[in-house]
C-alpha cells in the first residue's frame, strides 16, 4: 500500500520547538506566560486593524465566550450558516439558545444575504428579534461580508466571524476575522496553522478583550481570596501550546502560498475535465487561503458522482471528504428553524474536498492526479 495522503495535516516551520523549550527552561508551564502573551501580539499585527486577540483552548470556546459577550441567553434564538462544521453551531446550544439555519449562496458557498434577511424579518414577526449572527468563511473563502455587514447593522444584531478555517484570507484586503463584533480562529490540526489544538477570540476593545480572558480563566474577582460574581470557564490558551503557535506564524505566509498554489494545482488538471468546477474567488474583492481545495461534480455532465471518486481516491490510500453535511439535516438540530432554498443540500450531493495539505510532495502531487485523470477517463 502506498503512503496515506492526507487532507490536511499538521506542518511545522521549525522553530516551535525553540519556544517551547524556553517556556520550559522558565517554568512558563501553565496556561499564561511570553508565549500566550506573545503569540497574541503576532495575531494581532498579521490582522491589523487594530484587533485585540485572546488566545484560547479551541475555536469552538471562542465561539461560547463570543456568545456570552454578545449577550446571549436561554430561550434567545441565534442565527447561523448552515453549511458548516457542527462546531459553529455547538455553543449556540452550550448557551441554552436555539439556532436558526441559513442557506448558501452560490458565489462562495458561505451565507446567504437574502435567506439573512427574510430570516431575521421572519423571527422578528415571530416575536423574537436573533441575538446573533454566525457567518462563516467556509474552507477559506470569504463570505459577502458587505452585504451581510450592511443587513446586521440594519437590524443591530452583532456579527461573529467564524474565521476557524480562513486566518490569512481577505475581502476588500481586510483580513477575515477582523470584520464582526468578534471573530474567531482556530489552531486544531487539520487548520492552516495548528497549535495542535488551540483557538483565538478576536476582539476589537481592550473591554471586549479583557472580559474573555476574565471568563476564559474562571472568572475570578480582583481578590486575594478565591471570589467569584460570574460563572467562569477554563478556556485560557496554555503556554507550551502557545509556543507551537508563535513558531507556526513565522510561517503562516508560506503556508498560504503552498494552500493557494494547490488550489491552482486542480484547477490546472479539471480545467479539461468537463463537468467539474474548483471552487474558486467569484472576483476581486476575494481573497481565499484556500485551506481545502474542493470541487462541484455535475452528475448530469460527468455521467458520474462524488462518491465514487472519494471511493477511487480511497483505493489509492488518498484521503478526500464530502463538503460539510448542513445543520438544518443533522438530526440533532432536526427541529430548528431553516431559510433558504436548497443551495447547501446541492453542494453537500455533488462536493467533494481534495487534499491540501502545505507539505504536498511532488510525488503525492502525481499520485493525486493519476487517480483523477484515469477515473474520468474510464
Ligand atoms: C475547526 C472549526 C471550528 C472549531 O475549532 P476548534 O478549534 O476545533 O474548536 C469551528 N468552526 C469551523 C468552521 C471549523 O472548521
Redesign the pocket.
Known amino acids: 500500500m502506498e503512503n496515506k495522503i492526507w487532507l490536511s495535516s499538521p506542518h511545522m516551520g521549525g522553530n516551535e520547538l525553540k519556544y517551547i523549550n524556553e517556556a520550559f527552561a522558565e517554568n512558563w508551564v501553565a496556561p499564561l506566560g511570553p508565549n500566550v502573551n506573545g503569540f497574541e501580539d503576532d495575531l494581532e499585527q498579521f490582522l491589523g486593524s487594530n484587533v485585540k486577540v485572546a488566545a484560547l ?7 461560547h465566550l463570543a456568545l456570552i459577550e454578545c449577550g446571549v441567553q436561554h430561550d434567545d434564538e441565534v442565527i447561523c450558516q448552515s453549511m ?2 457542527s ?2 453551531a455547538n455553543p449556540i446550544a452550550y448557551c441554552g439558545a436555539k439556532p436558526v439555519f441559513i442557506d448558501s449562496e452560490p458565489d462562495t458557498w458561505n451565507m446567504c444575504p437574502k435567506a439573512l434577511k427574510e430570516a431575521i424579518e421572519d423571527r422578528i414577526k415571530n416575536g423574537k428579534k436573533p441575538k446573533a449572527i454566525i457567518v ?3 474552507y477559506g473563502m470569504p463570505a459577502k461580508m458587505d452585504e451581510i455587514s450592511a443587513i446586521a447593522e440594519e437590524y443591530q444584531i452583532p456579527v461573529i466571524e ?1 474565521a ?2 480562513a486566518l490569512g484570507s481577505s475581502y476588500k484586503g481586510r483580513g477575515c476575522g477582523t470584520f464582526g463584533r468578534f471573530g ?5 490540526g ?2 492552516i496553522i495548528t497549535t495542535s ?3 483565538a477570540l478576536v476582539c476589537h476593545t481592550r473591554e471586549d478583550k479583557d472580559k474573555a480572558v476574565f471568563l476564559s480563566t474562571q472568572a475570578r474577582d480582583n481578590a486575594p481570596h478565591y471570589q467569584h460574581s460570574h460563572i467562569g470557564f477554563n478556556y485560557r490558551m496554555s503556554n507550551i501550546v502557545a509556543g507551537i503557535g508563535r513558531g507556526q506564524m513565522e510561517v503562516l505566509k508560506d503556508r498560504v502560498s503552498a494552500r493557494r498554489a494547490m488550489h491552482d494545482f486542480y484547477v490546472e488538471i479539471f480545467k479539461n475535465i468537463n463537468g467539474v468546477t474548483v471552487f474558486t474567488e467569484p472576483g476581486n474583492d476575494y481573497y481565499s487561503n484556500h485551506w481545502l481545495s474542493a470541487i462541484i461534480v455535475d452528475p448530469e455532465i460527468t455521467g458520474k458522482d462524488r462518491e465514487s471518486l472519494r471511493l477511487a481516491f480511497l483505493e489509492d490510500n488518498i484521503e478526500s471528504r464530502p463538503l ?1 453535511k448542513p445543520m438544518h439535516l443533522q438530526p440533532v438540530f432536526e427541529k430548528a428553524p431553516y431559510y433558504g432554498t436548497n443551495v447547501s443540500e446541492k453542494l453537500f450531493d455533488n462536493g467533494l474536498c481534495l487534499p491540501s495539505g502545505s507539505n504536498l510532495s511532488d510525488e503525492e502531487r502525481v499520485r493525486i492526479a493519476q487517480v483523477i485523470t484515469s477515473y474520468f477517463q474510464s
Open positions: 483552548s479551541a475555536g469552538t470556546a471562542a465561539l458548516t462544521f462546531a459553529s462563516v468563511h467556509l467564524d476557524a478555517e474567531i480562529l482556530s489552531f486544531n487539520n487548520k489544538g488551540g483557538g460539510w
